[in-house]
DNA sequence: GGCTTGTTGTTCAAATCTGAACTAACGCTA
DNA sequence: TAGCGTTAGTTCAGATTTGAACAACAAGCC
């Protein structure tokens, strides 16, 4: 290893404040989505992603890797939102172990209704407090990130 | 407002990539600390404040303050620990509502186990994929990010 | 003292999450 | 087409989390 494995006053100050931004905008948000539509955070993320697909619809396992969540979770997340008729379970012609979860209209509606407050939040917690230099750099670091915990 | 509510590709990259590697982080560490020691971040974070503190106790509600997590998921929390033996409730003198959670020397003891492993995953996904001067723009953002959602 | 307001920590029921089965179907190979 | 290893999604039991309600105490005020 190149390192010893403590981290440095700078590393670990880096560290602290990463874990403290992350617990804090996660409850911001909880709040603001449950404030203003019911919604967790998880299933804003199903509905975002579900509305971002083709023919607004995914499989559940290509939804549950979109979410990085568990298939159960993921089974139970869907259930929820079915019950609410956000979403629609379809069966896939291709393949018929396979399950579409596809938005609905109320789904769609649901969505525009908590996203701009959800913007709102994101932009006056974290977009707005950074420059646009500090904003490209976390842009790259954490696709770095990302990619190394993908591989 | 100063700014429209959407958030332009730039804004977007790195939102986006900040939640995918906030929650590919998260899963990796629970998996380490898991398998290392059988414990949850919660957890460890439980035990790491008290680590930290003076006389290697807090308060509940100066625990639940610094870990940033609701009163009643800290008293559950903690009967877990106190049940594993790594914390102790103890009475308070000067305020006869409060309780004191005090780390035992088994406590000490697992948390040394889980720490070096843990380390060793912040420095490998996270620390050491960015450059010093990345690491200071992040710690500098995320210290902003954190005051604000905190005042 | 007696009153009022705020704090501390727990409890409880309901909601959610985890991970290990499990069923059904796929795709490949012989 | 029968067999076999893999994949998709669900189910289930147990663990954890949430949020409101509660009991006990503190702190100040009259």
């Given amino acids: 290893m190149t390192h010893s494995d403590a981290l440095d006053p700078r590393?670990?100050?880096a560290w602290i404040a990463f874990l403290a931004a992350s617990h804090l905008l996660e409850?911001?948000?909880e709040q603001q989505l449950k404030h203003d539509g019911g919604l967790t955070h998880p299933e804003f993320e199903v509905l975002v992603k579900l509305?971002?697909?083709d023919g607004r619809r995914l499989?559940?396992?290509d939804l549950a890797r979109e979410v990085m969540v568990?298939?159960?979770r993921l089974t139970y997340q869907v259930t929820q939102l079915e019950r609410d008729g956000l979403v629609r379970r379809t069966a896939c012609d291709s393949d018929r172990r396979a399950v579409w979860a596809e938005l609905t209209d109320r789904g769609r509606e649901a969505l525009e209704k908590v996203r701009p407050g959800?913007?709102?939040v994101v932009r006056e917690n974290l977009i707005d407090l950074l420059t646009p230099e500090e904003?490209?750099?976390l842009g790259e670091a954490f696709t770095r990130v990302a990619?190394?915990?993908s591989g």
Avoid: G, P, T
């Fill in 11 to 13: 590393e670990l100050r």
């Fill in 27 to 29: 409850n911001r948000i």
């Fill in 118 to 120: 959800h913007r709102r």
């Fill in 51 to 53: 509305a971002m697909s």
């Fill in 147 to 149: 990619q190394r915990l």
């Fill in 59 to 61: 499989r559940m396992s």
């Fill in 70 to 72: 568990s298939k159960s």
């Fill in 135 to 137: 904003l490209e750099v």
